[in-house]
């Protein structure tokens, strides 16, 4: 039986993090479309980008509750690390790989939007 759980619970966390990374790139496709069409301010790209960042984790991490059926908040919580060390990675091919305070609250909001979304999406009730 625990084996079974565990199986589910990585492809279900997985899932959740893909679907959560797919969300996050088309918003971040989209704020890259309104820069180059827009006059946005420079000042604002950083705190937008993290802002999309905790909501497609939100996403993934309701994603994720949603496939595994159980345990929401390990669920959307777990895909939220992963999320974050893929935006981390990510992040570090255009910049260098410190991990100070900035990195530290982009993790948290991340981890926190991932297990709202597992909470959510776990206890979420469809409405015909």
Same mark, same amino acid.
């Given at each position: 039986?625990?084996?079974?759980? =565990?199986?589910? =619970?990585?492809?279900?966390?997985? *899932?959740?993090? %893909?679907? %959560? ?7 971040? =496709? ?6 180059? !069409?827009?006059? !946005? ?8 980008? !993290?802002?999309?960042?905790? *909501? ?6 309701? $994603?994720? $509750? ?16 992963? =999320? ?7 992040? $570090?091919? *255009?910049?260098?790989?410190? *991990? ?6 982009? $993790? ?9 979304? %597992? ?10």
């Amino acid at each position: 039986m625990p084996q079974k759980f =565990f199986k589910k =619970f990585i492809l279900s966390t997985v *899932f959740g993090t %893909g679907i %959560g990374i797919l969300s996050s790139a088309i918003l971040i =496709f989209l704020m890259a479309a309104a820069l180059t !069409v827009g006059n !946005v301010p420079a000042m604002i790209i950083s705190p937008v980008t !993290v802002i999309f960042l905790a *909501f497609g984790s939100f996403v993934g991490g309701f $994603a994720s $509750a949603r496939f595994s059926e159980e345990k929401g908040f390990l669920c959307g919580a777990f895909s939220g690390v992963i =999320f974050f060390i893929a935006a981390w990675i990510s992040g $570090a091919f *255009f910049d260098s790989f410190g *991990f100070g305070t900035a990195a530290i609250i982009k $993790a948290t909001m991340i981890i926190i939007a991932g297990s709202l979304g %597992g909470i959510i999406g776990v206890n979420y009730i469809k409405r015909k």
